[in-house]
């Protein structure tokens, strides 16, 4: 087969059968056939995994001319070459602004080593030794993001706000003794799983509960007419369900039985011992348990409560204030409000009720900004942050734009693979008072993303408490807008007997923590979108008109990148016709 077929197109791996598992009609069990081997990490391209691996790919695919690299493929068995590598360090130079040698590429000739040489450079340097179980104290710290889950949970304590909840159809023959006995076995492995929360002196710390077995209660639908709706009803509800901190669990698994081969599996853990990273490690763990590996899973070097120790080391105190004083300059003289328009008067506190509004971003449309992404070196992120902050300056009337963006903030990588809270909120600020192309905007938009992720490490917690020591309960500081965005590489997860897929619609918690936010997913069946709101500002209708605005404004802003962004046209078709008729 190697020799009818090119290399990118060679399977992986190879399994022999006597015969294919057969279903009671006679068709291919699909569900039936055995997992395949261990798959050569080399000869699968692995996409860019962090904003720096992928402005770098970028790059790579412009000068070399091809369409697909991976993190770790060689450079020069792409076909690159030494007049090649010249061009790769002068957008590298241009890009980052740091000065990677030469030899680089040639000793490491690789985006992922490449990427970790130029985060190393940006980076401010912190001498400080890793988290260690041996300097846990007798009493255990909250994290800096688990002080303020903390504090939100007793502002609102009926609201949840940190509430996380997945949800997956699985399909096929499921084992639920086995599914039961996984979640025991990861809640064994992460302390984070297992923890509650106590109070002393007026402040809370960490309880580490004993590893037990873990409850999945089975719901049995399989009588129940009208499932769908039954199914999303019990997501909701379970997703606005809330925890109790000082009792547990903070971990909620719940299956609910469809039919034999047919169920739903709800996830719902508390913000303050999870992240959405962590819900990935959950997810990899499980099926690592469910499949019986012989292979155990590396040991976990520390705990996440060790990290909450770490964070607050005086040896790190010297670093943080450097990265505070980049942050002092950055959001010096910010405004205090970004005044967008709305539909009901703020109230004088916020209540975090929610609603979403998803969309979809044509195929034509994602191909047109994935073109102009690489050819401009940013993320495709970089991209939609950018249009977003023209959406947002052309409705509010205001030229200094900030949008907080969540980040994964696991700064060593042996916190990679530990379930805790480390996802931080980077405010991003953009000026566009000088009304620029979209090309220089890009460039802006790239500049600030870079450098807030070179100063990801003093969490957002206190940033708000060192630049903004007046606060308004009526909105969030520093930032009342928000653009996430994830990719999600897998449509199905494939388990021994069982297919899981992403639950559609997936289950919200009814909530938004900023006035509105724009998030985005990556998948394999295309790019979505989704608009989150207070309801006591915005109406579903106005929100409905912002999308459609935003997605008027990416098909101006990438079809004429050299024009100026305040010359695209806003007003969707509909709009325009409306507005002329008006004046007629």
Request: net charge negative; charged share 20%.
């Amino acid at each position: 087969i190697h020799t009818t077929l090119p290399p990118h197109m060679a399977p992986a791996s190879y399994i022999i059968l006597d015969r294919f598992p057969l279903t009671a009609n006679g068709k291919l069990d699909t569900t039936a056939l055995p997992e395949p081997g261990d798959v050569d990490t080399e000869s699968t391209p692995t996409s860019p995994r962090t904003p720096t691996e992928e402005v770098i790919a970028g790059i790579w695919r412009q000068v070399l001319g091809i369409d697909r690299v991976g993190v770790h493929d060689n450079f020069f068995t792409l076909g690159g070459h030494s007049l090649l590598a010249a061009q790769i360090f002068t957008r590298l130079r241009a890009v980052f602004r740091v000065e990677v040698p030469l030899r680089a590429l040639f000793e490491e000739p690789t985006i992922a080593a490449l990427a970790a040489r130029v985060e190393r450079l940006r980076q401010v340097p912190e001498e400080v030794p890793p988290p260690s179980a041996a300097s846990r104290p007798a009493r255990l710290p909250l994290s800096s993001t688990q002080q303020r889950a903390w504090f939100f949970e007793h502002w609102e304590p009926d609201s949840p706000l940190h509430n996380i909840i997945a949800g997956f159809r699985m399909s096929g023959r499921l084992d639920v003794g086995k599914l039961a006995d996984s979640f025991t076995a990861v809640v064994a492995r992460h302390e984070a799983l297992r923890t509650t929360f106590t109070v002393e002196d007026g402040e809370p710390w960490q309880v580490i509960g004993t590893a037990g077995s873990v409850d999945l209660p089975v719901v049995d639908l399989s009588r129940v007419p009208d499932q769908d709706d039954v199914v999303r009803r019990l997501a909701t509800a379970e997703a606005a369900r809330r925890f109790d901190l000082l009792r547990g669990p903070l971990l909620r698994p719940t299956l609910l039985r469809l039919a034999p081969e047919e169920h739903v599996l709800l996830i719902s853990l508390h913000h303050i011992i999870a992240d959405g990273v962590s819900m990935a490690v959950l997810l990899r763990e499980l099926a690592h348990f469910y499949r019986g590996a012989a292979d155990p899973l590396p040991e976990l070097p520390f705990q996440y409560a060790d990290y909450a120790v770490w964070e607050g080391a005086p040896e790190r105190r010297p670093a943080l204030d450097r990265q505070l004083e980049y942050w002092r300059a950055q959001l010096d003289g910010v405004p205090a409000l970004l005044e967008l328009p709305t539909d009901f008067p703020r109230p004088a506190t916020r209540q975090f009720r929610g609603a979403s509004h998803a969309f979809t971003v044509p195929d034509r449309l994602v191909d047109a900004l994935r073109h102009t992404s690489s050819r401009e070196g940013v993320t495709l992120f970089m991209t939609l942050l950018a249009a977003y902050t023209v959406l947002l300056s052309r409705h509010s009337g205001q030229h200094d734009i900030v949008v907080g963006t969540p980040v994964a903030h696991r700064p060593r990588p042996e916190l990679e693979n530990l379930i805790g809270y480390f996802a931080t909120t980077l405010p991003l600020r953009t000026d566009l008072g000088d009304d620029p192309t979209f090309r220089r905007l890009l460039h802006r938009v790239r500049d600030t993303c870079l450098d807030a992720y070179a100063h990801q490490d003093i969490p957002f917690e206190q940033l708000v408490e060192q630049l903004t020591p007046v606060r308004d309960p009526g909105h969030t500081p520093l930032a009342q807008v928000g653009c996430d965005y994830q990719r999600v590489p897998e449509a199905v997860i494939e388990w021994p007997g069982v297919r899981l897929r992403p639950l559609e619609p997936a289950p919200g918690n009814g909530t938004s923590k900023v006035d509105l936010t724009l998030s985005f997913t990556e998948s394999p069946a295309g790019l979505t979108g989704t608009f989150v709101y207070l309801t006591d500002l915005f109406t579903a209708d106005t929100v409905e008109r912002l999308t459609e605005r935003y997605l008027t404004l990416l098909e101006g802003l990438v079809g004429a990148p050299s024009r100026r962004v305040g010359d695209n046209p806003l007003l969707t078709g509909s709009e325009q016709a409306l507005l002329q008729a008006w004046n007629t």
